[in-house]
């Protein structure tokens, strides 16, 4: 019966084809292993990793984080063609009172990025860094692209690692430093305050054993000094 009959893709050359083809696409000996990144986005950042110097304009903004950071502000939002706005207890409330150029928003934050940082917006439409305002804070900035411009937000750390009781945590959390070996997983929806609960743990390790930290993170938020432990904090792409 025709119907029976074996299509042609079923007989033993067609087989036997298809094996030597599935064969060659999974040997990768000759294939090359490495990749060159995009001319303007290498994978590591060179040194040096020194933060732009502040122009006239770069210091307006400066002047917004500065205020938003007095007013216990989270987070700082700089859109392309709105006012700024800060978060206050998960609401966003203005700080300035003209929206901002689509074009000096762009100008502005891009002035904030080192030529990496800059390449790496170009190639990738965003870019996550941390930036330091001394004597203020240090912040986790993002910059990205969207179909209105170049915009940024900038969420607000502290310049020194909270404490359990700052941050209105039980003390009995405290044990989880004493642990050591296994694992701590510390969880939660993005603004829940996941950061400063590991910050604060590290800063119990730090003040009380003699141990060696190391940390990754993406990017650097708390800067933690060696006190009883040697501290190593690596920056991805770092």
Not at 61 to 78: E, R
Not at 185 to 206: D, E, Q
């Amino acid at each position: 019966d025709a119907a029976l009959r074996p299509t042609p893709y079923g007989d033993e050359a067609h087989l036997d084809a298809l094996e030597r083809a599935v064969a060659e696409a999974a040997d990768t000996s000759e294939r090359p292993t490495d990749v060159p990144p995009a001319p303007d986005s290498p994978t590591m950042e060179p040194l040096p990793w020194d933060q732009p110097a502040a122009r006239d304009e770069v210091k307006a903004l400066h002047d917004v984080l500065a205020h938003a950071v007095k007013s216990q502000a989270s987070d700082v939002h700089v859109h392309a063609g709105r006012v700024a706005m800060m978060r206050q207890l998960g609401r966003l409330v203005p700080l300035t009172d003209d929206p901002i150029d689509p074009e000096a928003t762009k100008h502005v934050l891009e002035a904030m990025l080192t030529p990496w940082q800059a390449g790496r917006l170009r190639s990738r439409g965003e870019v996550d860094f941390a930036y330091h305002l001394p004597g203020v804070a240090r912040f986790r900035a993002n910059v990205y692209h969207h179909q209105g411009g170049t915009n940024g937000v900038f969420h607000i750390s502290p310049e020194d690692a909270p404490t359990l009781t700052t941050l209105g945590l039980p003390t009995a959390l405290a044990k989880l430093t004493t642990f050591a070996q296994g694992m701590v997983l510390v969880t939660g929806p993005s603004g829940c305050g996941k950061t400063s609960t590991v910050a604060a743990l590290l800063r119990i390790i730090n003040e009380e054993r003699y141990d060696h930290i190391l940390t990754i993170e993406d990017p650097v938020e708390y800067v933690h000094p060696s006190i009883r432990c040697v501290v190593n904090q690596r920056q991805v792409g770092r």
